[in-house]
């Protein structure tokens, strides 16, 4: 059984990367331009001045170009080869292909952006990479993640989606006790005509204790 609910998860994450490979242009142009302070600056109200941040999942590049621009240190980081090609071109520095599943660092970020980024896992490997971004993460950092709002998981459109509401994020959560929830909140679709789809986001803080 733990056999094939890895292949099924390694499936998962391969056919994710192709759509997003055979889809880089397409998709870096779709969110490139879009604006996204209000979130952006939320997020950044939490790091001290010229804090280091990782960029989990960075797609165009967009957020990762914003922070460096606050004056920021950034690494960033995605799972698609092509993506990490535009967002190398779009901010300047050298994106780093790198699976969620990858992550090994200790204490080094003082906050992790994964915007629109994990929720391509399973829960049951969301688990395993929650652990790893908390083990990133400095004492006191803060994680940044949102979610589509709603109950599904599964295929939709191609890719692979865990969907969250507040209540299945605070099951979820309960499992993680070196972080506590700063804010979570609901928020609309930024993109054009999209305004309908609903997203959760939270902000989470990494305990001084652990």
Not at 95 to 113: A, C, M, N, P, Q
Not at 152 to 161: A, H, L, Q, V
């Amino acid at each position: 059984m733990a056999e094939k609910n890895l292949k099924d998860m390694n499936t998962n994450i391969s056919k994710t990367i192709s759509y997003y490979d055979s889809n880089a242009s397409d998709f870096a142009n779709g969110t490139a331009d879009v604006v996204f302070t209000d979130i952006q600056d939320r997020f950044l109200s939490y790091i001290p001045k010229e804090g280091y941040i990782l960029d989990f999942g960075c797609g165009s590049g967009r957020d990762t170009k914003y922070f460096l621009s606050k004056g920021f240190q950034v690494d960033a980081v995605d799972g698609s080869s092509k993506l990490c090609e535009i967002a190398s071109r779009n901010t300047g520095i050298t994106v780093r292909k790198l699976l969620f599943s990858e992550l090994d660092e200790t204490e080094k970020y003082d906050g992790i952006w994964a915007c629109a980024s994990i929720l391509h896992l399973p829960k049951s490997e969301l688990a395993h990479v929650f652990e790893k971004m908390i083990k990133a993460a400095r004492r006191s950092g803060v994680i940044y993640t949102s979610f589509k709002y709603g109950d599904f998981e599964g295929y939709r459109n191609d890719r692979f989606f865990t969907d969250f509401t507040e209540d299945s994020m605070n099951e979820f959560l309960v499992k993680c006790s070196e972080i506590d929830v700063a804010e979570g909140w609901i928020s609309s679709d930024v993109r054009p005509g999209r305004e309908d789809e609903k997203w959760l986001n939270i902000i989470l803080v990494k305990k001084t204790s652990c």
